[in-house]
């Protein structure tokens, strides 16, 4: 079984501040990288996608990815309250039977007033 | 509106009934999946359908069993060979099922089972 792993957290950053995200992940095949935000009793909901390395910015979401160390992370600027939930980073790998996307148990976030 | 719908939102079933949670999608998108979320684990793949008429069994499949006979609908049968069905269930969909796309999840359909 593939790899993804992610520290639980909970990492908690003030208002206004940087909260950096971070994952690895074990199949260096891996060609595509997701990272979702997950509210409590809700379902997970698509922040980005990555492909190649370097950086990718949306809004106030950039991600990171270096395939050489295997490793993705998801820097969230201006931090909100509104932006506190669990994020998931998700990997594709290729099983005998097709792709398939490993998710990590995703990292709780609180972003603090 | 495009998108994922399940229902049930919320199910109750007795020990040693079969259930099964139904998914729609109008994206278009020819893979479809089912997770298993249980509370502080990650997601974990039942089963996915990459075309219609098709079907693999991913990481947890035992105790599950999934049809693909049109390509909007991925129903989801829970059956009582199924040790631990309680859980949060999470169907989604993606335009093709290469690896290369993003899944986009419906709102999910929570199961206890007693």
């Known amino acids: 079984q593939k790899e993804v792993e992610q520290n639980s957290g909970p990492l908690s950053v003030p208002e206004g501040a940087i909260a950096s995200l971070n994952c690895t992940y074990s199949d260096r095949g891996s060609q595509s990288f997701f990272w979702y935000r997950q509210y409590s009793g809700k379902s997970p909901e698509l922040i980005m996608f990555i492909y190649s390395n370097g950086d990718k910015e949306d809004g106030r979401f950039t991600a990171q990815l270096n395939k050489a160390s295997q490793y993705v992370s998801l820097l969230i600027r201006d931090s909100q309250p509104s932006d506190s939930a669990t994020y998931l980073c998700?990997?594709?790998?290729?099983?005998?039977?097709?792709?398939?996307?490993?998710f990590g148990k995703g990292t709780s976030l609180l972003v603090t007033p | 509106d495009g998108g994922i719908t399940q229902s049930p939102k919320y199910l109750f079933r007795k020990e040693g009934q079969n259930v099964t949670l139904s998914c729609e999608q109008n994206?278009?998108?020819?893979?479809m999946y089912w997770y298993r979320q249980d509370p502080g684990q990650g997601l974990r793949l039942i089963y996915y359908s990459q075309i219609v008429n098709d079907f693999q069994k991913g990481d947890i499949a035992e105790g599950y069993s999934v049809s693909r006979e049109k390509k909007e609908s991925f129903p989801l049968t829970v059956t009582s060979a199924q040790k631990n069905p309680t859980a949060f269930y999470l169907c989604?969909?993606?335009?093709?099922?290469?690896?290369?796309?993003?899944?986009?999840f419906g709102p999910g359909t929570r199961l206890t089972v007693t």
């Open positions: 989604a969909s993606s335009i093709e099922g290469d690896g290369s796309y993003e899944q986009y």
């Open positions: 994206l278009n998108h020819d893979a």
């Open positions: 998700a990997v594709n790998w290729y099983s005998n039977s097709g792709y398939a996307l490993n």
